[in-house]
């Protein structure tokens, strides 16, 4: 599924990683030495960083109130190009290099819009590197600025300049025009993908209404247009649109002071008939996966607000049920955007806001305007409130359940569960757990593991969908109850990732239609209520082969079709050791090589298994991470929620990218 905004890191256990000798670096060769430093990572993510970096630049221009249009294109010959209808980057002589200004912003680290901090109130950018990194990681670069009636140019390579800032005539329009070709030295891929790009440009859209981005993909003639007026309420209703609303979206746009300067306030908030909760979080467009003040200080704002409301209008018949904050979240669709000065990250991941002031300012302005809204809107106020109130019944229903489960000692952590066969190791960093499809599977996973480290956990057939399914009968499914105490880190309030008595959690499933079907619904679980596990980076997929391929004595496995061929081709002693194209079908027990497809796990005996898919020195493990986390939310909805007609668009949309499907 390359439309999948979870993707996949391949990790090999096998590598180990040595720090190099320490160096003082300057300028642009430090980030072509440590482009991880600053971009992240140099894989797919930071690849498609370097357009994200280069389009918050014309973004902060919009943001100025300078420019309208962005214009983000996929060339054929592999570069991307940003066009904006923005002021121009200043080619004139920069006030302390006297070079040009346009040469200090692509040759110097930390000097990109940004350098002049009176230029612009708030910046987007999530490592804020600014586009002399994207410069310095590119074979080849172009600036084209249209500025004063002229149009100037300057050519780069390596974040080398590699013309002078040349005049090429006369210009009606204003902005600038960047295009990049990145360096495959640096990049395990340079290949861009359409489907990564949009998801974060349809974003920046909804977050920023007044501009307008086109996406173009010279490729395959694809073009989008992300232009959305009404911002976060169309956020909300696409976040949603697979979901029945039960609510208009309430919409809360305000300013808020402090001593730090002016934070802009946006929020919109709809109730769907489902159970989950989904609020994302940005602070200077930047998702906060983590999220911080903001979300807390809109989570008590709504909590207050609601309940005051309830109480001051009778609206709780029954004294003995109080409300909490989770009542009032179930089937809470949020966006929360703010735009700070000066935003301080915390956390892991750095996508946490720490700005003890926003708390406050979100907090007042979310209760006085949805006071107001919820006193003009008695109707809508009944459905929210009658909502919370029913949330609130199942939560004790399922509390007396849980109690009950638990007197006949079930979610105990001292009771494993039965057919658990866990490892000898206490040590969670160590500790690995495979969550196995099938117990012919488990039983050959059983044998085949190293005891020590690894745990093996068998489930039977398809576990329940959650997305569809309400607290009591989630922690009713034996499956889903066996995987919670497993995992030992607790349930819902309670949950803490840090307790997890694995380090690494592997879904093991089938290469085919039903094992995809497996892993999403156990990926499901894991996004609404482990999330945290996935953030963490702890939740793996295990990589079976699909065959053997086998002369003689020698035995070798392929995880691909390219691969399957390389080995025929080895194995006959092909001089460049490929087969030739159209012949690995036609090979099979000739010149007495015998290809062997794996139908499923079930086929493999222990030893195979351990070989191919569990040695830590062998095998390759597909890491999930989260990619856009609205564009997973999303994924998830269309995949798992109650309407099929979406379900079915999507499926037949992703099609054509499903590769291995075995039918
Ligand atoms: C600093 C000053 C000014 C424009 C910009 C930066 C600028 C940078 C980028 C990067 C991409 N697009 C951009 N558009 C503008 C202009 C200051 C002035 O004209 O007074």
């Not at 390579?157 to 030295?185: A, C, H, I």
């Not at 006949?408 to 039965?418: E, M, Q, V």
Request: proline letters at 3%.
């Amino acid at each position: 599924m390359s439309d999948s905004p979870l993707s996949e890191n391949v990790q090999n256990d096998g590598q180990e990683y040595h720090e190099g000798s320490i160096k003082v670096l300057e300028g642009l060769e430090a980030v072509r030495k440590r482009p991880a430093m600053y971009i992240g990572d140099t894989g797919e993510r930071g690849l498609h960083h370097l357009i994200f970096e280069t389009v918050d630049n014309s973004i902060d221009e919009a943001l100025a109130g300078f420019a309208e249009k962005i214009y983000v294109t996929l060339h054929r010959d592999g570069s991307c190009s940003v066009l904006d209808d923005g002021r121009g980057i200043p080619t004139g002589p920069h006030p302390v290099k006297g070079i040009s200004t346009l040469e200090v912003v692509m040759c110097t680290l930390h000097a990109g819009g940004k350098f002049d901090k009176n230029t612009y109130k708030v910046s987007g950018g999530l490592h804020g590197v600014g586009v002399s990194c994207v410069n310095a990681l590119s074979t080849e670069m172009t600036v084209e600025v249209y500025r004063e009636g002229k149009q100037f140019r300057q050519t780069y390579s390596e974040g080398k300049p590699t013309s002078k800032v040349n005049e090429l005539g006369p210009s009606e329009k204003t902005g600038t025009y960047s295009r990049f070709v990145p360096d495959p030295g640096i990049f395990s891929t340079t290949e861009f993908h359409f489907d990564r790009v949009s998801d974060r440009l349809r974003e920046l859209a909804f977050l920023n209404p007044q501009i307008s981005i086109t996406l173009r993909d010279e490729r395959d003639g694809r073009e989008e247009i992300y232009h959305t007026p009404g911002g976060l309420v169309e956020f909300v209703k696409y976040i949603d649109s697979s979901r029945s609303q039960i609510i208009d979206p309430i919409n809360i746009s305000d300013i808020g002071q402090s001593n730090d300067g002016a934070t802009v306030v946006d929020i919109c908030l709809a109730y769907n008939n489902g159970y989950s909760e989904d609020v994302l979080s940005y602070v200077n467009n930047i998702n906060t996966v983590e999220g911080g003040t903001h979300v807390s200080g809109f989570r008590s704002a709504l909590t207050r607000t609601l309940n005051n409301y309830a109480s001051r209008n009778n609206l709780l018949k029954n004294d003995k049920i109080s409300i909490t904050g989770d009542d009032f979240r179930e089937g809470l669709t949020a966006v929360v955007s703010v735009k700070v000065a000066e935003p301080q990250f915390e956390g892991q991941t750095k996508t946490k806001l720490g700005n003890g002031e926003v708390d406050g300012i979100v907090r007042s302005i979310v209760g006085e305007h949805l006071d107001t809204y919820l006193d003009s809107n008695p109707t809508i106020a009944k459905k929210i409130i009658n909502k919370a109130v029913l949330a609130a019944e199942a939560r004790l229903a399922a509390r007396k359940s849980r109690e009950l489960v638990r007197r006949k000692n079930a979610l105990d952590s001292a009771a494993l569960p039965g057919k658990l066969a866990d490892c000898a190791s206490r040590n969670p960093d160590e500790c690995e757990v495979y969550l196995v499809e099938g117990d012919s599977a488990g039983g050959s996973a059983k044998q085949g593991r190293d005891r020590h480290f690894q745990a093996i956990l068998p489930l039977k057939g398809k576990i329940l969908n959650v997305q569809k399914a309400r607290l009591t009968r989630i922690l009713e499914n034996d499956e889903i109850r066996a995987i919670f105490t497993a995992l030992g880190a607790g349930f819902g309030e309670e949950f803490n990732a840090e307790k997890a008595r694995y380090g690494k959690i592997i879904l093991m499933a089938d290469a085919d239609v039903d094992g995809s079907h497996i892993r999403t619904l156990l990926l499901t679980l894991f996004f609404n209520y482990m999330r945290e596990l996935i953030e963490d980076g702890k939740i793996y997929i295990a990589q079976p082969p699909l065959y053997k391929v086998k002369k003689g004595k020698k035995e070798r496995y392929a995880f691909n079709d390219q691969q399957r061929d390389e080995i025929l081709g080895q194995l006959r002693g092909d001089r460049n050791g490929i087969a030739a194209d159209g012949e690995a079908q036609a090979a099979v027990s000739k010149d007495g090589i015998v290809i062997s497809r794996f139908k499923g796990l079930g086929e493999m005996n222990p030893e195979q298994l351990w070989e191919t898919t569990m040695n830590p020195e062998t095998r390759t493990l597909l890491q999930v991470t989260i990619e856009n986390a609205a564009a997973a939310t999303k994924v998830f909805e269309t995949l798992m929620g109650d309407q099929v007609e979406p379900r079915r668009e999507f499926i037949e949309r992703n099609a054509q990218y499903v590769k291995n499907l075995d039918i």
